[in-house]
């Protein structure tokens, strides 16, 4: 039986054009011809058949082996984007790490130098107390609270 351009091609799946490109570049001849309408004998038609099926799984396999080092590439420069990213956040990271080291040195000291003003402080105080018995700033102590002191608490 007789099959056309386009019953071959809806067989395999490909366009009309294609087909048609096949038979001129392979130089295939038709069975016969009626009104205008090429029609190809079974053994024309399994040869475009196996042509095209081996063109198209030969351009697939071409496709995909170009896709997958196309791929490989892509990923390779992700890869290398990602690498610098980390470098760069660990530097990041780094840098952080020596401020807070530096801020905390430097609250310890500030912590240490109040600890020494209060002490300091209290030690004044208590120099006070006992040279006169006053505190810089306030009154002299009367004699009554003078005695409240003494014996606060005592009835």
């Known amino acids: 039986m007789s099959k056309t351009i386009k019953q071959i091609a809806d067989e395999i799946g490909v366009s009309k054009q294609k087909v048609y490109r096949y038979i001129k570049a392979n130089h295939i001849n038709e ?11 079974e053994s024309a038609s399994s040869i475009i058949k196996q042509g095209l099926i081996k063109d198209t799984a030969s351009s697939e396999a071409h496709h995909e082996a170009h896709q997958a080092a196309s791929n490989e590439a892509v990923n390779e420069k992700v890869l290398n984007l990602f690498k610098q990213e980390l470098e ?17 040195s430097a609250l310890v000291m500030a912590q240490q130098t109040a600890a020494t003003a209060q002490a300091l402080h209290a030690g004044t105080i208590q120099q006070q107390l006992i040279t006169d018995g006053t505190v810089a700033g306030e009154d002299k102590p009367t004699f009554k609270d003078r005695l409240k002191y003494l014996f606060k608490g005592e009835r």
């Open 31 to 41: 069975a016969h011809q009626r009104s205008g309408v090429m029609y190809y004998d």
């Open 88 to 104: 760069i956040k660990n530097e990041q990271i780094k840098d952080l790490n020596n401020r807070l080291s530096e801020i905390s």
